[in-house]
Structures are given as C-alpha cells and as structure tokens.
C-alpha cells in the first residue's frame, strides 16, 4: 500500500527564516510527486511536479527536490502570504492504478510578519 | 490555465434529500476526474475516480449507491449524495487529471462545503 508521511504536521516561522517541509514514501513504482499549497476552506492549488531523483523545481521562493525515498519543499524567505498546509501526494506507476494519488496529511504553515 | 470549477461551492440541506454537485474542467478536457472529502484538518480521502463514458471506480468503503457519479462528457463530471444525513456534511473536492505532454497532473476544484441539518 503506497504511504505519504509529512514532517511536521506545524511549522511556524518568522518572515525571512528559511526552511524545509519533509515529505516521506514508499510506493510501488513511482510515476509522480506532487506538492500542492491548499488555503482553508478552498482546494488545493497545484505547485509542483517531479518525476525522478534527482529532479529539482522552483517558484518563486520555494524550491522542490526529490531523493528515492522523501522529497522537500525549501521555502526561502517566506513571506506571510505563504501561510498555508503543503500537501504532498505521490501516484504510483503501473497498470490499474489509474492515476490516482496518495496524499499525506500536510504541513500547516504560518509564517509571522 | 487548467482551471476547474465546482457548482454549487455551498450547500446547506435538510436530512433525506438529495444534493448534486457539479465539477467542470473549463480549459481543458479531463481523461479522468476524481471526488474526495476532506473533514476539518485532515487529508484528502479519494472516494471514486471517474473516466467519461464508463462507471466510476469506488474506493474501499464508499457507498456506491449513496455517492452516485456520472462523468457525461471530458469536462463534467457530477456527484449526487443521496438521501443525505448529518455525517456526510463535509468539504467535497473534485479534481480534473490530464496526461497532455504540458500538464500531467491533478487540477483541483475549489471545493463545496455542504452541510446536512
């Protein structure tokens, strides 16, 4: 069964203090990892894509990797605006799966002017 | 681009009726769509995945015939909760997938909060 684990489950820093979310899995085959900001009470906004170790993606202030077994998400200088849960969800490759994800169940940041 | 849309985003019913929510990709056509529930600060929990034309595939303990899906078209897909009842108020969240070369991801819908009194 494919799993998601994201560290923390909160996180709270200052404007301008950099830092990284985790996000741990184990799947059969890896097709995609992908990171998704959701604000409360909306649904999630898609961020980022990636495919293989290695791989790395920017936006703006945050900056995507992905290792075999965990990916980050490296939040450079944040600004309140970047207050909200990162959600990280993985799809498995191979027939049958069709492409659905796995998420996991988020980090909450919050970031204080 | 990539946008989707959900109609209604708020719905408040009385027990025992009915209540259909509409999931539109508006700028491009979906291969599949999915429908998830997420309660208050927890994950999303997929509940069915939907390919036009054919029956929606359910996930492990989800009722079929509570939660009906008909996905009509590459850009409409519909989740009817049937004779609804307070434990199914929750935040029900469609998203549309696409493998083009330039998208090959989920695009989430906005969400509808319903609520059953």
């Known amino acids: 069964e494919d799993q998601v684990t994201q560290s923390p489950e909160a996180l709270r820093l200052q404007e301008g203090e950099s830092s990284s979310l985790n996000c741990s899995y184990t799947?059969?085959?890896?097709?995609?990892l992908f990171w998704y900001r959701q604000d409360p009470g909306k649904g999630p906004e898609f961020l980022f894509t990636?495919?293989?170790a290695g791989e790395e993606k920017e936006k703006e202030r945050l900056k995507a990797t992905l290792t075999k077994k965990e990916s980050f998400l490296h939040i450079t200088a944040p600004k309140p605006e970047d207050s909200a849960t990162y959600l990280c969800?993985?799809?498995?490759?191979?027939?049958?799966?069709?492409?659905?994800?796995?998420f996991g169940k988020g980090t909450l940041l919050t970031v204080n002017p | 681009g990539a946008v989707v849309s959900q109609h209604p985003s708020r719905v408040i019913c009385k027990s025992g009726t009915s209540v259909k929510i509409e999931c539109r990709s508006l700028?491009?056509?979906?291969?599949?769509m999915f429908w998830y529930r997420q309660f208050p600060k927890q994950s999303l929990m997929l509940m069915a995945t939907?390919?036009?034309?054919?029956?929606?595939?359910?996930e492990q303990g989800v009722e079929k015939d509570k939660f009906l899906i008909n996905h009509a078209s590459l850009t409409l897909s519909t989740l009817t909760v049937t004779s609804a009842h307070p434990e199914d108020s929750s935040f029900y969240i469609c998203?549309?997938?696409?493998?083009?070369?330039?998208?090959?991801?989920?695009?989430f819908g906005p969400g509808t909060r319903l609520t059953v009194l």
């Open positions: 939907s390919n036009e034309g054919s029956k929606a595939t359910y």
């Open positions: 998203s549309a997938y696409t493998d083009s070369q330039l998208t090959d991801t989920q695009y």
């Open positions: 700028d491009f056509q979906a291969t599949t």
């Open positions: 799947v059969s085959g890896l097709r995609g």
């Open positions: 969800a993985v799809q498995a490759s191979g027939g049958g799966s069709n492409y659905k994800l796995t």
């Open positions: 990636l495919y293989s």
